[in-house]
């Protein structure tokens, strides 16, 4: 679930100069500092605002540094602790994780209780045998649906994971950690954390199918877009307000091709096969790993059980695209969104959420 790119920001050119009588050189505003970075499968991009070159350097250097740590610990499939956990599993044997590590998982688990397990990072086995678990596009067939079904009857979930403190053990040896489905938000989460212990206030940062923001970009907030699933362009555009998060799960970059079909790399944990009718949702909030965890969530839940989910989870500001071009938004993510080049690509109909109560789960 980590090739989404379905995110971008929509540049506002800032071409401003006083130009002062008595020959006084013109001021021009403190200029943005940017740097791209390659982790967690995507180009992440870091702009501050308002602050000088050194200072912003410096702070984008210590969130490389940490997410460098957090790519190499939460890949299930390179050495790191998310692949000694995972054996432990395996084996019924317990593990002892570090702090950040063992919040993650409990932050998960919180969210695929919320969401039915609709959201389920403990299907890592059922996204290995799809082939979603590497950095590169899957080659080949699916797998044999007698592999889907036995994966699928063994009922890994995350509720089957017992965290206490920094010792996780799971009840279930077929639990395999994949963090793919909400890594990017969690991870984003922690940069904010250090940019802001580096005394940043104004700054977005993007991977891939996420944008998260800090404060403002001068005198107004950031301003991003949501990709057109079908074709090079956008949907809409909204500005985000200080401390949102908007994460897309689209079905169109990260697939498998085979037999003249593509099949999404957004997996239903009940079916174990690849999600079908829905090419594409964003959910705005004030988590990143809530925003990321829940777009796939309603992915997942599809055109009919999306707004239930939502409720659950909490989340009020969705916007779905169907296979067949139908887009769905919640009345609060509706009021948010403008128009690029006009209008909508088409009608947006408005679902409202109902009242749920949210899931227990022991």
Not at 124 to 144: I, R, S
Not at 175 to 191: E, M, N, P, R, S
Not at 305 to 332: S, Y
């Amino acid at each position: 679930m980590n090739a989404r790119g379905a995110l971008f920001r929509v540049s506002v050119a800032l071409a401003a100069a006083l130009a002062l009588a008595g020959g006084v050189r013109a001021l021009r505003p403190m200029p943005d500092v940017s740097e791209s970075l390659y982790l967690f499968g995507t180009m992440v991009e870091i702009e501050i605002h308002g602050v000088d070159d050194a200072t912003a350097r410096a702070a984008i250097a210590a969130v490389d540094a940490h997410l460098e740590t957090l790519h190499r610990d939460w890949h299930a499939w390179r050495p790191g602790e998310l692949e000694s956990l995972n054996a432990a599993i395996a084996a019924g044997a317990p593990f002892t994780v570090d702090a950040p590590m063992a919040a993650v998982l409990t932050q998960g688990r919180a969210l695929a209780c919320a969401s039915d397990g609709l959201f389920d990072p403990a299907i890592g086995a059922l996204v290995e045998a799809w082939g979603f678990h590497a950095d590169t596009l899957p080659e080949g067939d699916p797998p044999p649906a007698a592999e889907i079904a036995r994966l699928v009857a063994a009922h890994p979930r995350m509720t089957d994971l017992t965290i206490s403190g920094r010792e996780v053990r799971s009840s279930n040896p077929a639990v395999q950690l994949d963090l793919g489905a909400y890594a990017k938000g969690a991870a984003l989460d922690l940069a904010e954390a250090d940019l802001r212990a580096a005394g940043i206030t104004d700054a977005v940062l993007n991977a891939g199918g996420g944008v998260q923001v800090m404060g403002r970009h001068g005198a107004r907030p950031w301003r991003v877009a949501i990709r057109d699933p079908f074709a090079w362009g956008v949907v809409a555009a909204l500005e985000l307000q200080p401390g949102e998060s908007l994460h897309t799960s689209g079905n169109y970059e990260r697939y498998l091709e085979a037999g003249g079909l593509r099949f999404s790399h957004i997996l239903d944990p009940r079916s174990g096969r690849p999600v079908t009718d829905i090419v594409s949702v964003s959910v705005l909030a004030q988590n990143g790993a809530l925003a990321d965890a829940a777009a796939t969530a309603l992915s997942v839940a599809g055109a009919k059980d999306w707004p239930r989910i939502a409720a659950q989870m909490g989340v009020e500001n969705v916007l779905m695209i169907t296979g067949a071009g139908e887009i769905f938004a919640t009345p609060a993510m509706r009021a948010r969104l403008a128009p690029v080049g006009g209008d909508f690509p088409a009608p947006v109909s408005l679902v409202d959420l109902p009242k749920v109560s949210a899931p227990r789960c022991d």
